[in-house]
């Protein structure tokens, strides 16, 4: 309700090449972090596409600049419309993000090493039916619950979000099954 349409329609050209150069700069941004975390080049993509918008705190803090003369009306307006265009895509990007990460993968020379990830995440081990405590993470209270259930003969399984950790685990024996929090990426 804030935006100014006849400002945003003088102003279409750089509204729209802000709006794409805050999505491509927080895509690769955001895509980056995630690799650099060992993720695939897809979940990389994809986290960027979801991240690339402008958060709808932005609202509370320009009202906040343009109250204390921070800000003028006209920067307030042009990035109210990249905002709202930013928030606007975001949906079209979920459904599509699939679609334009097959794309990227074949148009950029992206590294096998990369297109993989560092991590293989393991898939989800089927957990038993019912009676069994469910831990979740790996934190000092986790272990000694853990420790407890076990000493009680409780059937349990550790739900983590660390491929690293879970990996460890299972290596020692240890029920674990991996929890990713980015389950639907991939």
């Known amino acids: 309700m ?6 945003m329609l003088e102003n279409l050209t750089l509204i729209i090449l802000l709006t794409i150069a805050v999505i491509l700069l927080k895509s690769v941004i ?10 695939s080049f897809r ?3 994809l986290v960027g596409l979801m991240l690339s918008q402008i958060g709808e705190f932005y609202f509370v803090l320009a009202a906040v600049g343009v109250q204390y003369n921070l800000i003028t009306n006209p920067f307030f307006q042009t990035i109210l419309a990249v905002t709202i265009l930013t928030m606007s895509l975001t949906p079209f990007f979920k459904d599509r993000a699939h679609q334009i990460s097959d794309i990227l993968e074949k148009v950029l020379p992206v590294p096998d090493r990369v297109l993989s990830g560092t991590y293989s995440i393991p ?5 038993p039916p019912a009676d069994h405590l469910i831990i979740v993470g790996f934190g000092v209270n986790e272990k000694n619950m853990a420790r407890a259930a076990s000493q009680a003969k409780i059937p349990y399984v550790m739900a983590e979000v660390n491929p690293q950790i879970v990996r460890k685990k299972k290596a020692m024996g240890s029920p674990y099954i991996m929890v990713m929090l980015l389950n639907q990426l991939y």
Not at 123 to 127: A, E, F, G, I, T
């Open 2 to 7: 804030l935006l100014n349409i006849s400002f």
């Open 30 to 39: 955001a895509g980056i972090v995630a690799g650099i975390l060992g993720l």
């Open 43 to 45: 979940v990389m993509v």
């Open 123 to 127: 898939r989800p081990q089927k957990v």
